[in-house]
Structure formats: structure tokens, C-alpha cells
């Protein structure tokens, strides 16, 4: 008896075809026109679509995240459904990964995809991407393993995969400790595993969250602003181990005196923040005023998790550090 996958449209560069009016490429394929191209589908899955959506990465919010969510929650919860494929655009795909990975609490694999290039491109991946998935979907040794996000016949971790080229095929990839595993001839093959899973519990989501990166001679403009605004968290890309310039620190302050959860993560692609320098804007200063350290996780991840944070009714501060803060 073969296997049922559900697998949630959403749009993105795997279902973009170039309009000619404009002679560039926009959401165009339905889900049915998609799954069309995936040769021989039904020797593995009976596949259940469902149309979410049709926007490109960019138009993804956190509030289309905690729909999607809600949605994967109530099939991953029907015991007729093996696992969730979700299709997406790339340039946001990761965000959304690790919001599922972080509210999403099942056994059940779910599986992330997209495509590098569009429908009208000669090597169009969103085929192949979508079969790798499904045949990872439906593996017993996915199990437990969180949101996945397999591309290019790579398996990574949602809470590791990054976006790391523009155009590449191979573009996703966890630069810190490699996949979990591959595609081999339509069989997934896993070399390692996940040890630690972050779950937060919550219903909704706070999108006042803001992004600022750091860099030579910034002040604390942007960060005073964001907080007049109304942000009610704010992460940090710092440079290096977790140091922001001197002419920060007063703005760092201001926020946090306001009320507004300030988090740190290193704008470096590979390496957690640590309070190892104790000189004006380093680790140890901004520690002591009260800022949570993000460990190893990129700005826009450590953002995703603070939405999720503040909706929640869980210590941000342990949220975020446990078991990455000694």
C-alpha cells in the first residue's frame, strides 16, 4: 500500500514561468501543472495537493507562516497522511523552514522544496527537487528529524541550511557541518542526525521584530528608531564573536530600558556569539546591560525565533541560550 504525502503549493521560482508582456518570470504553474512534470510520482505516493498560495519568496510574511503551520499541524495530525511537502520560493525558504521546525511538534517528516530555476529555463530543478523529496518524505529514517529542506538531492536541517549563492543549484547548504544526508537513486541515505530540537509553543506570532547588521562607525540611529516605532525585539548581526561599534552600546541600552528584547548573533557565517572581549561594545558589556545571546543562528533566523518567542508564554532568555551559553 503506497504511501499518502500532502504536499502545500505556495509558489516561488518552482512555479514561475517567464511572462512574455514582461520578459520576466512570474508565479504562473498551478500545483497540478507542477506535479505533471514529476515523471512516475504515483510508484511512490499518492500525493494529496493543496493550493495555499501563489506569491514569490519575497511576499512571504509571518503571518502566511503561521497559516502554513496551522495548515501542516492539522495533516501531519490525520492518520492517513505520511508527511507534508511544502513548495516555496528560495529567497525566503529558509525563514519559513525554521518558523515550521520551530512550531511544528510530530514525528511526521515535513519536507521544504523550491527551485532554482523557473519553468522556462532550460534544466528546470523543480521537477527532480520534488521527487528527492518525496522519496525523502516517506522514509521511515525521516522520522524525527524535524523540517527538513531537501534540494539539489541534499538533505539539511531547517535550524542549519542557509541560501548561500544567487544562482547555483547547490545554493542551500549547512556551511557549518555539512547535509544530513542525500538522494541516491531515489533513496534517501542519512549520515548523521539531529541532537537538539527547539520547540515553541505558541498560536500566534509577533512580527514586530527588526533586523539591524552592524558595521564600521554605525551609531544608534537605527536602533532608537526601530524602538520609537514600536519594535518589540530587535536582533543584532554583531561582528566576530558578538562586538557592536562603541557608538551602538547607548542605543542597545535605550532599548532594552523600553522594554524592546535585544538579541545578538554574529553577521559571520559560521561561529556562535560568545562574551569573550571586554572592551566598550563587546560581548561582556552588552551581556551585562541584558542582551540575549543567539548562539550560532544567522540575523534571520535568530529574527524568526523571536517572533516566536515573544508570542509565547517561554523565558526568551532560555529560549535562546540554553544548552548554546556555558
Do not use: W
Not at 152 to 173: G, I, R, S, W, Y
Amino acid at each position: 500500500m503506497r504511501k499518502k504525502v500532502a504536499i502545500v503549493f505556495t509558489g516561488g521560482t518552482i512555479s514561475m514561468k517567464i511572462d512574455p508582456k514582461i520578459s520576466a518570470a512570474i508565479p504562473a504553474l498551478s500545483g497540478e501543472q507542477i506535479m505533471s512534470m514529476v515523471a512516475d510520482i504515483d510508484k511512490y505516493a499518492d500525493i494529496e495537493p493543496i493550493e495555499l498560495a501563489r506569491i514569490p519568496g519575497p511576499h512571504m510574511s509571518p503571518e502566511k507562516m503561521l497559516e502554513l503551520s496551522k495548515l501542516i499541524k492539522r495533516l501531519v495530525a490525520r492518520d492517513d497522511i505520511t508527511g507534508v511537502v511544502v513548495t516555496h520560493g528560495t529567497d525566503s525558504l529558509e525563514e519559513t523552514a525554521y518558523f515550521l521546525d520551530l512550531s511544528i511538534n510530530t514525528y511526521k517528516p515535513v519536507i521544504v522544496v523550491g527551485a532554482m530555476r523557473s519553468n522556462s529555463e532550460l534544466g528546470y530543478d523543480g521537477a527532480s527537487n520534488i521527487s528527492a523529496a518525496i522519496c525523502t518524505v516517506i522514509s521511515e529514517e525521516a522520522k524525527n528529524k524535524g523540517v527538513l529542506v531537501v534540494m539539489n538531492n541534499e538533505v539539511n536541517a531547517a535550524n542549519e541550511v542557509t541560501k548561500t549563492h544567487t544562482l547555483t543549484l547547490d545554493t542551500f547548504k549547512s556551511l557549518e557541518f555539512g547535509p544530513l544526508g542525500i538522494v541516491d537513486n531515489d533513496e534517501v541515505i542519512f549520515y548523521r542526525d539531529i541532537t537538539k530540537h527547539t520547540y515553541i509553543e505558541t498560536d500566534s506570532v509577533e512580527s514586530r521584530v527588526d533586523l539591524i547588521k552592524t558595521a564600521v562607525g554605525m551609531d544608534s540611529r537605527l536602533i532608537k528608531y526601530c524602538v520609537d516605532t514600536g519594535a518589540k525585539g530587535i536582533v543584532l548581526e554583531a561582528m566576530g564573536r558578538g562586538n557592536i561599534p562603541p557608538l551602538m552600546v547607548d542605543g542597545v541600552k535605550y532599548a532594552i530600558e523600553k522594554g524592546t528584547v535585544v538579541v545578538m548573533v554574529s553577521r559571520c557565517h559560521m561561529g556562535r556569539v560568545l562574551d569573550t572581549y571586554g572592551y566598550k561594545g563587546a560581548g561582556r558589556e552588552l551581556r551585562q546591560a541584558g542582551v540575549i545571546f543567539g548562539g550560532s543562528l544567522p540575523g534571520q533566523k535568530a529574527r524568526i525565533k523571536l517572533m516566536l518567542a515573544l508570542a509565547s508564554k517561554e523565558n526568551i532568555k532560555e529560549v535562546f541560550e540554553k544548552d548554546r551559553y556555558k
